[in-house]
RNA sequence: GGAGGGCUGACCGAGUGGCCGAAGGUGCUCGCCUGCUAAGCGAGUAGGGGGUUAUUAGCCUCCUCGAGGGUUCAAAUCCCUCGCCCUCCGCCA
């Protein structure tokens, strides 16, 4: 949620959502439904005062007058359950306009659009093609089934079979225990949460036709365990020692991946479900930034350590979520394609999620809403994508990356 | 599955229709006192929205006692729905 009264006061504070797409009018709508709003309950709240004047006075007076003022009251009863239905429908509507505008972006963000990110640096050497793409080696080495999955489930999904399976579950371990080491609280969250959750984790109502939804129940499945940790300290005001608070959430995640169809057709690059470890961060508003570095740095280190070439993207005004003020995507280096696609991505949200989440920090001056963070550890399917090319060598051998082999158990794997 | 009890401020806990945004205690902050040991005395100590003044303050006001709704001039207190916790019985492992 934006802050309202700073789009009222602020020029800048509106010119910086605007940098975004934003649907036209929404704005100028929304400040004049606020503005009846705030008159609307100015004069609510003066009726509601006087009546709850007389109510309490109706208390303190002998009984044989109170009958008198008991009507008196009952007058100014039925004036103020006039005016409320009024009040409510205008509360109702600049909520649900409010719900609609974007956080606004960074100064440091470039203007634009999906191809005006600024690419900040360019690490490590890109490789020529090996001889198969991830989806081509996957189905020879018998580590993925995109076809039985469409049997059982659809297009885009796929089992994951043999040593596939164990460099997942090694590249969560490895990564969980660096994420741990660095003062991470580790999290297995839940993935079924509540409409509420998803509101005010920043996701709906902008981004609803991205998630499955189970109406019976009225749960939606989460793309990605922000959603969850977001949850984690809805309502709280926290003391100032508890922050920096630190997650590393391990979950499945489920997107219904709308709109891009005949996209990323091939393999598990872009597929409906996969696992996923995510770092999420309740930072000082004043340490928000620090704390974006802070998260671009570790993913960076996991992809070293991986041995992936990547580039770091800061993504345009256009082109960033709803949610986000700033994001830097982290894409590495796909030899089939010879271009580097998205792995990873940090986000800084600053307050916009703490506002609807009321997660606050409590200060010597009060308290004040939380920033928060959020980055990608390690998206697990899509980084096999990488590591089926990257590791994959021109006899069909595959090599384990270094760091991964104690916990996957080998170091090799043999063509089939 | 059956029966019962509970959910109040940072924490413990009182409160069954008006004088309750809420006793008392603990903690915390400030001041005083005391040559000693987790001592004593006093004062203060919720959050959020709106307005106003105009700003790192004040003032007015509304909302919030698990959540949502209802009854009433008036609800922490009565009624309904939901959530969560606990105890006992049953069932399954």
């Given at each position: 949620m934006i802050d309202l009264r700073r789009l009222r006061d602020e020029p800048e504070y509106r010119k910086a959502i605007e940098r975004k797409r934003v649907v036209s009018g929404l704005i100028d709508e929304l400040l004049s439904?606020?503005?009846?709003?705030?008159?609307?309950?100015?004069?609510?709240?003066?009726?509601?005062?006087?009546?709850?004047?007389?109510?309490?006075?109706?208390?303190?007076?002998?009984?044989?007058?109170?009958?008198?003022?008991?009507?008196?009251?009952?007058?100014?009863?039925?004036?103020?359950?006039?005016?409320?239905?009024?009040?409510?429908?205008?509360?109702?509507?600049?909520?649900?306009?409010?719900?609609?505008?974007?956080?606004?972006?960074?100064p440091t963000v470039p203007d634009g659009g999906e191809d005006d990110g600024e690419v900040l640096r360019v690490v490590g050497e890109t490789p020529q093609a090996p001889p198969h793409d991830h989806a081509e080696y996957g189905e020879r080495m018998g580590w993925i089934d995109t076809a039985r999955g469409a049997e059982a489930s659809g297009s885009r999904f796929a089992y994951l079979a043999r040593e596939a399976v164990m460099l997942e579950l090694g590249l969560v371990q490895w990564v969980m225990s660096k994420l741990v080491a660095d003062g991470f609280v580790p999290v297995v969250p839940p993935v079924l949460v509540r409409e509420r959750t998803m509101e005010e984790a920043g996701f709906f109502p902008t981004d609803?036709?991205?998630?499955?939804?189970?109406?019976?129940?009225?749960?939606?499945?989460?793309g990605t365990s922000e959603v969850p940790l977001s949850a984690l300290h809805r309502g709280e005001i926290l003391p100032a020692a508890d922050l920096p608070a630190r997650y590393a959430g391990f979950s499945t995640c489920f997107r219904r991946e709308a709109g891009t169809y005949g996209k990323d057709t091939r393999g598990i690059f872009r597929v409906h479900q996969f696992d996923k470890v995510e770092m999420f961060a309740f930072v000082p508003p004043e340490d928000s930034d620090d704390e974006h570095l802070r998260i671009l740095a570790m993913e960076e280190s996991i992809l070293t350590a991986l041995g992936l070439p990547y580039r770091v993207v800061n993504i345009a005004a256009g082109d960033l979520g709803n949610a986000a003020a700033a994001k830097f995507d982290l894409e590495v280096w796909l030899p089939s394609e010879g271009r580097y696609r998205e792995l990873t991505s940090a986000s800084n949200y600053r307050d916009y999620s703490a506002r609807r989440l009321g997660t606050r920090v409590r200060t010597d001056h009060g308290t004040e809403l939380v920033h928060t963070l959020n980055g990608t550890a390690c998206a697990v399917g899509r980084t096999l994508v990488f590591l089926f090319e990257h590791g994959q060598q021109p006899d069909g051998t595959f090599v384990v990356p270094e760091v991964l082999r104690a916990f996957v158990g080998f170091a090799e794997v043999p063509p089939r």
């Open positions: 439904a606020d503005d009846e709003r705030r008159g609307l309950e100015a004069q609510v709240e003066q009726l509601r005062a006087r009546q709850n004047a007389a109510s309490k006075e109706i208390g303190r007076v002998p009984k044989e007058e109170r009958p008198a003022k008991i009507a008196a009251a009952s007058e100014l009863k039925d004036e103020l359950t006039a005016l409320t239905p009024d009040l409510e429908r205008l509360e109702s509507t600049v909520r649900a306009l409010a719900l609609q505008v974007p956080n606004p972006a960074d609803r036709n991205q998630v499955y939804s189970l109406p019976e129940d009225e749960l939606f499945l989460v």
